[in-house]
T-cell receptor, first 115, second 112 residues
């Protein structure tokens, strides 16, 4: 049973560019959440997708957007990249109707470096 | 807003020493509380959780008790091993759609 997978593993972009990160949830999971983890800090919640809709959002600008596909996989898009967007981006999946609190399973992350 | 504060690291211990990592939280309502662990080169893994006051979460010899009166969820282990070396994150979920709010993390290094 594959866990949460993310691609790519590493990515280098320059300021002003756009980036798309991808996530496949754990088998059977229907909810995907995205987090940003800056170096030496804890993950910060970006948003959560369920039934192809953004259900909850953290304190991130509109440059951060996402999508969830019918197979529950998800993308995170960041436009107009800033140096401060350099971080590890984590995807977590869960089952909406699982036992409360719904355990979130994390992927290994995508390391984004903005030059 | 809701937040989590945990002791700064790194914490350096000898094998078989007693471990405590302090965690306090600020939240409205009745959050669920978690400890996650991040081993070198790996993703975050749930270590233990507690969903209501006085609940004790436990796993792999680690324990933490949900203390509502002191808004704390301290992580303890009676005898650490070298393999416990990792970064430990305290987190809360305010309820609803269970987004997680994390502390800054505490790095633990255990030496033989």
């Amino acid at each position: 049973d594959a866990g949460v997978t993310q691609s790519p593993t590493h990515l280098i972009k320059t300021r002003g560019q756009q980036v798309t990160l991808r996530c496949s949830p754990k088998s059977g999971h229907d909810t995907v959440s995205w987090y940003q983890q800056a170096l030496g800090q804890g993950p910060q919640f970006i948003f959560q997708y369920y039934e192809e809709e953004e259900r909850q959002r953290g304190n991130f600008p509109d440059r951060f957007s996402g999508h969830q596909f019918p197979n529950y996989s998800s993308e995170l898009n960041v436009n107009a990249l800033l140096l401060g967007d350099s971080a590890l981006y984590l995807c977590a999946s869960s089952l909406d109707r699982g036992a409360f609190p719904n355990e979130q399973f994390f992927g290994p992350g995508t390391r984004l470096t903005v030059l | 807003g809701d937040s989590v504060t945990q002791m700064e690291g790194p914490v350096t211990l000898s094998e078989e020493a007693f471990l405590t990592i302090n965690c306090t939280y600020t939240a409205t309502g009745y959050p669920s509380l978690f400890w996650y662990v991040q081993y070198p080169g790996e993703g975050l893994q749930l270590l233990l959780k507690a969903t209501k006051a006085d609940d004790k979460g436990s796993n792999k010899g680690f324990e933490a008790t949900y203390r509502k009166e002191t808004t704390s969820f301290h992580l303890e282990k009676g005898s650490v091993q070298v393999s416990d070396s990792a970064v430990y994150f305290c987190a809360l979920s305010p309820g609803g759609y269970n987004k997680l709010i994390f502390g800054a993390g505490t790095r633990l290094a255990v030496h033989p």
